[in-house]
């Protein structure tokens, strides 16, 4: 009896913060809509195509996240775990480039050296595969290398901050956990929140070694799946919330549609 009690808690919670993520993306979906093809630069580009993405990743959640009081459902908490991570890396990349608010030349440093480990990422697969398009991914590689060194941002940086990040292997001027920091969010939580989630989607022991016990990972409905599937929701719902609010800031001519229902959602705890 006492299980059963527990287990309708956890429905009741996990359908209130289903049904919250739902109202979300009914909000964000128009935005995206609301500005497409609005590319008056390369920044306001990227900012669209990000928030796209979003989008993109948020329905998916949406799909995979059963309906509580559905006749046929499968759960998979694991895999919505791998769609959150995406959508909180998608995000650090959205505000990275398109909310933080930085110099011209800080910008165009963070969008060579992005453009850099994407070239060396692309020389290295197709030098994998033995492919003459590596060849010229090494061309593009070394007139990124000039621009950066000729950056006004990048020269003001320490010689040994300058070496790394010459080295191509750097998406970032720096950490995810110091993108958050930026965001005004705990460094350390969401270092240990980033590894909780890595390890449930590169499936390490975390994943699957008490998948019995917890009656998680099977498909089927448990304490586990619906409340791990709950707190997927609950993060994905934090941070697609906070790209809508970013956006009337990147596109104020939207806000008066939108700004109500997104402060109402904020003040819903659940």
Partial sequence: MLREIAMNEIQEKYKLQKEKFER????????????????????????????????TTAVSISNLSPNIFSNCTHWDCVSLFSLTR??????????????????????????????LNDTK???DMFNFWGEENSKIYE????????????NMFFKKLDTKKQKSFLNGNN??????????????????Y??????????????????FSRMSEQQKGKGIESEIEVGYSMLALE????????????????????????????NDEESTNT
């Fill in 24 to 55: 979300v993306l009914k909000i964000g979906i128009p935005i995206s809509q609301s500005v497409a093809g609005r590319y008056v630069n390369y920044k306001s580009a990227m900012t669209s195509i990000l928030y796209t993405r979003l989008c």
């Fill in 86 to 115: 995406n959508l909180i890396e998608n995000y650090h990349v959205f505000f990275y480039f398109c909310i933080e608010e930085i110099s011209q030349e800080e910008w165009e440093f963070r969008k060579l050296l992005f453009d």
């Fill in 121 to 123: 990422n692309r020389y």
């Fill in 139 to 150: 061309k593009m590689k070394l007139k990124l290398l000039r621009q950066i060194q000729e």
């Fill in 171 to 188: 998406t970032f001027a720096f950490s995810r956990d110091e993108i958050e920091e930026r965001m005004g969010n705990d460094k350390l």
């Fill in 190 to 207: 969401y270092k240990g929140l980033y590894k909780f989630l890595s390890n449930q989607t590169h499936t390490f022991p975390m994943s």
């Fill in 235 to 262: 993060l994905s719902t934090n941070y697609f919330l906070e790209a809508c609010k970013n956006m009337l800031n990147v596109f104020p001519d939207i806000k008066s549609d939108f700004e109500t229902k997104i």
